[in-house]
């Protein structure tokens, strides 16, 4: 069975901010959880943007349909290091790393 899709308001918070690469927009629920994300790419219509709206749109999905953002967060591509690789969860990386005590560790399974 289906997870119930929970719609975000038309006002809602939101932050945008420009990544190396691109730009982020999230929106979040009035109690301040994760709801949606918005990226493009500087190459309007190219290949790059093609994905980076597409990841965008799929997790928002996710996200009103009861998933965790950690988890997707967690899920995604990283090299050797443990960074990030694309610039979903660069933006992910950079919204969980606002919100951690500066003595929280985010391993990476």
Known sequence: ???????LPNRR???TFEL???GAT??????????EIFLSNH?????ADTNARDSAIVCSIALQCGADVDSIRRALSRDSY???TGPLGVVLDRLADN???PDDEIPFD
Not at 26 to 35: A, H, K, M, Q, Y
Not at 43 to 47: R, T
């Open 43 to 47: 190459k309007s219509n190219s290949a």
């Open 26 to 35: 999230v929106g979040r629920f009035p109690d301040g959880r994760l709801g």
């Open 82 to 84: 443990g960074h990030a």
């Open 20 to 22: 190396e690469v691109a």
């Open 99 to 101: 919100h951690k005590a």
């Open 13 to 15: 918070i939101g932050e």
């Open 1 to 7: 069975m289906a997870q119930q899709r929970e719609r």
